[in-house]
């Protein structure tokens, strides 16, 4: 089945026969038949109807779905994505490993790699995503894990995918992928061979900011690898939150191909106008990946990121003047939002990082929605004349 079909069929073998939308199972625990069946319960791998943080049916229909989005073998949902990608890392490295990541990293993951895995005894070597020979040179013999995140957060620099994967493969690295900004709509990392996806599904795969969730695609033997560090790390995830996904994940594909088409057609805009020094988005020709943009996504997402030529104060003013877009953190939703980078960031990076992740201070990410393109464009004009 194409993926558009598959975000409305693609969880139906395990669903309810009859019910046409999920069944909700809000239980915490299930009832054994019998001493037997307990134990049986209490040992399996992933069981569905025994204590709600080692499963529930509900998210087991959604981690059906989502595993044959991103082409995986299977799915584990997490209470967020930051608990996603912490019990996915946590499960894959021991004292003594070493992991290859990016200088740009969504915050959380940037502190996870560079603050909590450290104190741990795994050394971090971070490189700059957009040279793949700087993830070659940073290999060392005990490098276990490369983390990458394509296009980055917020200033949308891509990383390559397939290089990445052909690196890691022939070293028995394992390779995980942060693909909450792509989706697997633009890019399916494991179709150009990264073992382990990972997902904000709080962003798009949710799509209407009404939930907080994670996931982590991957083969069968990963996945349960990270199963049994998720139980014990316990983010896990819930039956209303799996319902709210799945009923998310329907409309996926028409939210992301409009929220691209328009993000394309505002970044076109803003790049024409005087106060701009720069708009950075995959799909311009201005955008130093453009070529693998156009090889790696399908197409080239709904974020983009605009430096303004007025610096720390325009940015200000350009968020205080905007009315149909809100200035809130989060993106993948059905509303526009703006966040202004460097005030986001100076809280929790030193002004060195917020630098080394090519931060300017005149920084505005736009995350699109589903606004038509004229009353966006309307907003913007008025807000930055
Ligand atoms: C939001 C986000 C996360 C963290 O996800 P939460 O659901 O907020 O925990 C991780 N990676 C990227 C790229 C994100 O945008």
Redesign the pocket.
């Known amino acids: 089945m194409d993926i558009e079909s598959l975000l409305v069929h693609g969880d139906r073998a395990v669903g309810d026969e009859a019910a046409v939308a999920p069944v909700l199972f809000p239980s915490s625990t299930y009832r054994a038949r019998d001493a037997r069946h307990f134990a049986e319960l209490a040992t399996a791998d992933r069981p569905q109807r025994f204590y709600a943080r080692y499963g529930n049916p509900t998210l087991a229909q959604t981690e059906t779905l989502l595993a044959q989005l991103e082409n995986a073998e299977q799915a584990l949902l997490f209470a967020?994505?930051?608990?996603a990608?912490s019990t996915a890392v946590l499960s894959l490295v021991a004292t003594g490993d070493h992991v290859v990541a990016q200088q740009s990293h969504?915050m959380?993951?940037s502190a996870l790699l560079t603050r909590i895995l450290p104190r741990m005894g795994v050394a971090v070597s971070c490189v700059d995503q957009s040279d793949h020979a700087a993830f070659a040179s940073a290999l060392r013999d005990n490098t276990a894990l490369i983390v990458v995140?394509t296009p980055s957060?917020p200033t949308l620099a891509l990383t390559d995918l397939a290089a990445v994967a052909e690196l890691a493969r022939s070293r028995g690295i394992t390779t995980l992928a942060?693909n909450?900004?792509a989706t697997p709509l633009a890019t399916r990392p494991r179709d150009f061979g990264i073992d382990l996806v990972v997902h904000?599904a709080?962003?798009y795969l949710g799509g209407h900011s009404d939930l907080?969730?994670?996931v982590v695609c991957g083969d069968a033997a990963r996945i349960a690898q990270v199963w049994q560090h998720a139980i014990v790390l316990g983010a896990c995830s819930n039956a209303w939150d799996a319902y709210l996904l799945l009923r998310g994940l329907r409309t996926l594909s028409l939210r992301v191909e409009r929220s691209a088409a328009t993000a394309l057609a505002l970044a076109t805009w803003l790049e024409r106008h005087r106060g701009v020094a720069q708009v950075h988005y995959p799909g311009l020709d201005s955008h130093p990946q453009h070529a693998l943009a156009r090889a790696q996504m399908r197409h080239f997402g709904g974020v983009l990121a605009i430096d303004l030529k007025g610096g720390y104060g325009a940015a200000q003013n350009l968020l205080a003047r905007l009315k149909l877009v809100s200035n809130a953190v989060?993106?993948g939703g059905v509303e526009t939002l703006a966040i202004h980078a460097a005030s986001t960031w100076e809280g929790s990076l030193t002004p060195e990082q917020i630098a080394q992740a090519g931060v300017g201070a005149g920084l505005v990410r736009v995350a699109v929605g589903l606004e038509s393109e004229r009353d966006l464009i309307e907003d913007f004009a008025q807000a930055l004349d």
């Not at 967020?80 to 608990?83: E, H, I, L, Q, V």
Request: glycine letters at 20%; charged letters at 15%; aromatic letters at 10%.
């Open positions: 967020s994505g930051m608990g990608i969504y959380g993951t995140e957060n942060d909450t900004f904000s709080t962003k907080v969730a994670g989060s993106l």
